[in-house]
């Protein structure tokens, strides 16, 4: 029972590591991404000298982000591979935990910073807009659960 225990982990983990490792760049510039990117830049009324301005910081936070997003894979990574051991080290996944965070803490500040970033460019009617919900809800029917609007 205990090597059926540990193979359906190994497998679990090995499926789950090969998923990560796929190649999928959500930080690319897809035709998606321009959509959405070209349907906020019409409904906040940009300029064009905002919207290049956008688009500039866009790109450098894509970069950042992606950095320490791989970064913290590496980390989760060594903790799949801390785990697999026979007896894991609770004092090592501790410390990638630990430097997970950090990383988790420095994109955090780096978006915050963005953030103001961008309400310097905006006015300040567009940048409520922008941070409004109604703005950011998708298009489409509203959620409902599998049991319709009214079930509880």
Known sequence: MHHVKQ???VAALSINGAICAMPQDKYDSTSKNREVENRIALELGLTADQNTKLKTLHS???????????KIKALREKSRE????????KTILYGFAGEIGALQKIMAEKEADHLLKIKAILTPEQFDKLLSRNFTKKVGPPPQDEHGPDDK
């Open 82 to 89: 801390e785990l697999l051991k026979a007896k894991p080290d």
């Open 7 to 9: 193979l359906i982990l």
């Open 60 to 70: 450098e936070i894509k970069i950042a982000h992606k950095e320490h997003i791989e």
